[in-house]
């Protein structure tokens, strides 16, 4: 498979200007979720609507990607999608990566949103273009239709056998109207879909034929490395570079900027003919940083801010019913906790890096960004250009998490670009990475459950006390409002319990501190104390675990059924040997259910996470091997921030700078992986981060049944 950026000219030029051309693009009107789709005449390609998938007069078959891959698998299955319906194979396929601009829509990989929001637009298309050939074949034999049947990229004539390859249709098929309402395959009948189909991009990245943004190199291009100050928000006293400038190799030192979404600090940058002239530059600058506000900040006073905070009355949130402080008040027993998750790093593969190229009016950039759409606003935004004079080349990314969504270091790239009038490619280092942000934002969940003489639940309460994404990285007024976003995973729709008087509440923690979306984002956090809560409301009650759940999410049979199944999975109900112990957690987000139920150990050298069983659901299944990869790597994503070192602060700076003090869950400390996929034909939900949030509730379920200690708190301690 190939994969490149496209434009207008390269496309016409590649695909063979003089020939046919069906291109078949689509619109979601305002208001409504119909897929419209269109037809591009080939004057006017790219020009008026979007081009998602065009065949030429070859037969050769692009569809243009519009969600960047940084390992959730986009691209095999978005080209499924249109493979599927349009009875072609995978390796058919051309992909090229869209290039962010207006017509394509949202274009940003995040939010396990790529498959849900394209499931019925692609197939559509792959549809709708399937009946053009099909009617186009049929006009050409002058027989009915129902004669006629595509597979394997041709059209045949059942009777007479006869067959033309889609190459030999494109031109008649063009001239046809698009479907409105193409007919798509009874998912009996998928040969793709919901089967294990390898990843495509896999050979390319095994084989290091995949460009990655570190591996972007520009003819002329100088190497970057910015010395920061350690207190994020620093900015520069002086600096000297005597020194620096004797490395071999250094051009230039000059006092460069980050700009973030809130604020712009003052940093130095060495630029060099090469990476390792630019760090070693680096090593030898003598800065001197002007004194900051948060010099004397530290985790603890700002937990201790959010605690305080904890004491005021929250705003609602939308969703919540009956009335909570009455039920409360006349709660035979009352059940309170406070669970608290820290500041965490996205700490991807690659480190960001950028390269950009100022060109005077215009600017080109290559980096592994999640977002070519929102790149191209930024920067022209941050330079004062039109967006058209911004060309954004998306490169595969190695890892992401939401950490590429946040452009500094594009507009880094940039802006020293602009000061030394040539190609600049930056690489943050690990360091830089770690400890310069943005992060997962701390969170404090305050929760307060009313048990009524019977043990039926009657009243629960969880308030959350974070700082704003929305508020500080979009400008967002909330006006006193709960934060609509901050609720992920336990709001009304995600968290459906059948509690009569529940209540649901927000209070900012106001912080300047870099924060952006994380894996899962807020339900990597909030899922924490929400589902340990229900265990510790399910023992107050003297009721299991999972007979609780099964109680409060009786009205939500896929609830039940992941719940049924993690039980029946995982042996919950049989009886454990003495030293062992169950816990379990189950959450929404993203529109999909996940359950885990971990089984832990005492040994002599502490608690060993022995196994996990996982039981998802997420709707109509594309690739089952990605699923089970996917939630694979949410459960070893979530167990490192569950009971690896948290991101902390002292002084005004972040403590951890690498792996060595930020681990990652090791091979030897990964338990046994069980996942097990719920079959049925429901909308397809998101798979790159629903399998996060249950992970560390379930964890601490489980050690509290093996302990008999409450952890209310991250790191968890396996002992």
């Avoid at 999972?546 to 939500?556: I, T, V, W």
């Avoid at 379990?584 to 089984?599: M, P």
């Amino acid at each position: 498979m190939k994969t490149s950026n496209i434009n207008r000219r390269n496309f016409l030029k590649t695909s063979g200007s003089a020939g046919a051309l069906l291109a078949l693009g689509f619109s979601i009107p305002a208001q409504s979720e119909d897929v419209v789709l269109h037809k591009i005449p080939q004057t006017t390609l790219g020009l008026e609507f979007s081009p998602y998938i065009l065949i030429d007069d070859t037969g050769k078959i692009t569809l243009l990607n519009p969600r960047p891959d940084m390992g959730q698998g986009t691209y095999q299955s978005l080209p499924a999608l249109i493979a599927e319906e349009l009875e072609v194979s995978l390796d058919q396929i051309h992909i090229s990566q869209t290039n962010g601009q207006g017509k394509y829509g949202s274009q940003l990989s995040g939010g396990s949103s790529s498959v849900r929001t394209r499931w019925m637009p692609l197939r559509k298309a792959g549809a709708a273009v399937k009946e053009m050939l099909v009617q186009a074949a049929a006009n050409k034999w002058q027989v009915p239709v129902s004669e006629c049947y595509a597979q394997e990229a041709k059209v045949y004539h059942k009777p007479s056998g006869k067959s033309f390859t889609y190459a030999e249709l494109v031109g008649d098929a063009s001239q046809l109207p698009v479907p409105k309402d193409p007919k798509l395959k009874d998912p009996k009948d998928f040969k793709l879909l919901g089967k294990n189909i390898p990843k495509p991009d896999v050979p390319l990245k095994v084989t290091g034929q995949a460009q990655f943004g570190i591996d972007v190199d520009v003819p002329g291009m100088l190497y970057a490395s910015i010395e920061r100050c350690p207190a994020i928000h620093g900015n520069v006293a002086s600096f000297d570079t005597t020194a620096t400038m004797k490395v071999p190799g250094v051009k230039k030192v000059l006092k460069a900027e980050r700009a973030m979404p809130h604020t712009t600090v003052e940093t130095v940058a060495v630029l060099a003919t090469n990476y390792w002239a630019a760090v070693q530059g680096r090593k030898k600058l003598k800065v001197k940083w002007a004194p900051v506000n948060e010099a004397t900040l530290s985790t603890e006073k700002f937990s201790a801010q959010m605690h305080e905070l904890a004491q005021k009355d929250g705003s609602d949130f939308e969703g919540n019913t009956g009335n909570f402080a009455k039920a409360y008040s006349e709660a035979a027993k009352k059940v309170q906790a406070t669970y608290e998750t820290p500041f965490a790093a996205h700490a991807a593969m690659e480190p960001v890096n950028a390269t950009a190229w100022f060109k005077g009016d215009s600017v080109e950039i290559w980096a592994p960004v999640q977002g070519p759409d929102g790149t191209i606003g930024e920067v022209a935004q941050y330079l004062g250009l039109k967006p058209e004079q911004v060309k954004v080349n998306v490169t595969f990314l190695g890892g992401a998490f939401g950490r590429k969504a946040y452009l500094d270091f594009v507009k880094e790239a940039v802006f020293l670009s602009k000061q030394v009038n040539a190609p600049v490619k930056l690489i943050w280092t690990r360091e830089d990475d770690m400890s310069q942000g943005p992060y997962r934002p701390a969170m404090l969940s305050v929760l307060e459950g009313g048990i009524d003489e019977k043990g039926n639940v009657t009243a629960f309460h969880h308030k959350i006390i974070a700082e704003s994404i929305q508020k500080q990285v979009f400008k967002a007024d909330l006006k006193g409002k709960a934060d609509g976003w901050a609720e992920e995973g336990i709001g009304s729709k995600d968290s459906p319990l059948q509690i009569p008087n529940i209540r649901r509440s927000y209070h900012n923690a106001s912080t300047d501190l870099p924060i952006l979306w994380w894996r899962s984002v807020y339900a990597s956090t909030n899922v924490f104390g929400h589902e340990s809560f229900v265990d510790e409301l399910a023992h107050a009650a003297g009721k299991d675990p999972l007979d609780l759940r099964l109680e409060l999410l009786k009205d939500s049979p896929r609830f039940v059924k992941v719940l049924e199944t993690a039980a029946e999975k995982s042996g919950y109900r049989e009886k454990l040997p003495a030293g062992k112990a169950r816990g379990l957690a189950i959450a929404r987000s993203f529109s999909t259910i996940c359950a885990h139920v971990f089984t832990v150990a005492k040994t002599a050298d502490g608690v060993k996470i022995e196994k996990v069983v996982s039981v998802i659901d997420c709707g109509m299944t594309v690739n089952p091997d990605n699923i089970k990869a996917q939630t694979e790597s949410n459960i070893i994503y979530g167990l490192t921030a569950a009971i690896k070192s948290p991101i902390t602060f002292a002084n005004g700076a972040v403590e951890q700078t690498n792996f060595h003090n930020y681990p990652v869950l090791r091979i030897n400390e990964t338990p046994v992986m069980e996942v097990h996929i719920i079959d049925n034909q429901e909308a397809p939900g998101g798979v790159g981060e629903p399998g996060l949030p249950p992970v560390a509730p379930a964890l601490a379920n489980a050690l509290f049944n093996l302990t008999g200690k409450r952890q209310r708190k991250y790191p968890l301690e396996l002992v």
